[in-house]
């Protein structure tokens, strides 16, 4: 269980490392499963809002957008499998950048 939490932590910081003109709280998304996680809404809405911001950086990626907010949300009824789907939707953005090194700038489409 903590390691899906850890891991959910840093996706967020890695989006919001690779495009700073979105706004996203890595400490607010991840206490919101820790705090909120007994609730069936609060967990979904921020799957949902963690699709729509691997999306945003798949279109910042100049990618083609695949990776679906809903999906993101009903697979985790799926024996959780929304963790695959996101980190899967999430590896094509660091793909489109092959020679990069980890920490260094990237430019971003519009």
């Known amino acids: 269980m903590y390691k899906r939490q850890v891991w959910y932590y840093k996706i967020h910081r890695e989006l919001l490392e690779f ?6 709280s890595p400490a607010g998304s991840l206490l ?11 967990p979904l809405i921020s799957f949902h ?8 950086a798949q279109r910042a ?21 929304n963790t695959w789907y996101m980190q899967r939707q999430l590896n094509l953005v660091v793909d489109a950048y092959p020679g990069a090194a980890p920490g260094t700038g990237v430019l971003l489409a519009a």
């Open 32 to 42: 919101v499963l820790i705090f909120l996680g007994w609730t069936l809404i609060a």
């Open 61 to 81: 990626a100049g990618l083609p957008v695949t990776c679906s907010p809903a999906a993101c949300t009903w697979l985790a009824f799926l024996f959780g499998l």
């Open 19 to 24: 495009d700073r003109r979105r706004t996203l």
């Open 49 to 56: 809002n963690t699709g729509k911001a691997i999306a945003h």
